[in-house]
């Protein structure tokens, strides 16, 4: 298979000027998480903006059997819980670290300050946010239309997009769970998709082995670019 240079999508922060970027920071107060560890939990009403800075989050609903249902997963420059500075709306998701991470937490009033001065942040959420609509709604079309093999590989290039690399870490129950299928069926197309040589599996990872080339794959068999 020709091998293609690899897809990337600009995060929140790379939509932003440097020193924009800098203001952001300084506003924002750095917390660090540990592997696991819940930072915003599905209802909770404070307002605010999240910017991962190093490491990943999960982003799904815990379900009351335990399960953990994951729509997204977000890493370095991504960010998350923009509604909430425009509404006021609960969160509708919880948020989890994955891996030791390292998340801004910008206020709505702080935010509000750095969006009077510097208009290009409003641009940036709302390219960040349809960009993201996008990718979930590709998701839900491949869950209600695909095969299970297709879907997932239309899942893994989706996730590869938000998190920016080629390593995704998901335990496969987890992911299982958010494509609506079983965990045999699951284990039976990720073997496929690691037969092709699409992708690597590892202990609590999927690796792409190159996205560009998995996404040749979709387009060809999933009658989509993405």
Not at 14 to 34: F, G, K
Request: aromatic share 6%; with cysteine; hydrophobic share 40%.
């Amino acid at each position: 298979m020709l091998n293609l240079p690899e897809i990337t999508t600009p995060t929140f922060l790379d939509l932003l000027a440097e020193d924009v970027v800098q203001d952001v920071l300084a506003a924002s107060v750095s917390m660090n998480y540990s592997d696991g560890q819940l930072i915003h939990t599905r209802g909770e009403l404070k307002p605010g903006l999240s910017i991962v800075r190093t490491g990943a989050v999960h982003v799904g609903v815990n379900g009351i059997d335990g399960t953990f249902v994951m729509v997204a997963s977000l890493g370095p420059g991504e960010c998350f819980g923009e509604f909430t500075l425009f509404t006021d709306l609960p969160r509708t998701h919880d948020v989890s670290s994955v891996g030791e991470s390292e998340v801004y937490q910008l206020s709505k009033v702080s935010f509000e300050k750095l969006h009077r001065k510097h208009a290009g942040i409003a641009y940036a959420l709302l390219n960040t946010t349809l960009t993201r609509t996008h990718l979930l709604l590709e998701m839900l079309d491949a869950i209600r239309r695909l095969p299970i093999l297709e879907r997932t590989a239309k899942t893994l290039l989706s996730m590869s997009y938000s998190l920016g690399g080629s390593v995704l870490r998901s335990r496969q129950d987890q992911l299982a769970h958010s494509l609506g299928v079983t965990r045999a069926s699951l284990s039976k197309a990720l073997k496929q998709l690691s037969q092709l040589g699409l992708i690597e599996v590892g202990y609590g990872k999927i690796t792409i082995t190159s996205q560009s080339n998995l996404m040749k794959w979709v387009q060809l068999n999933c009658g989509t670019p993405l």
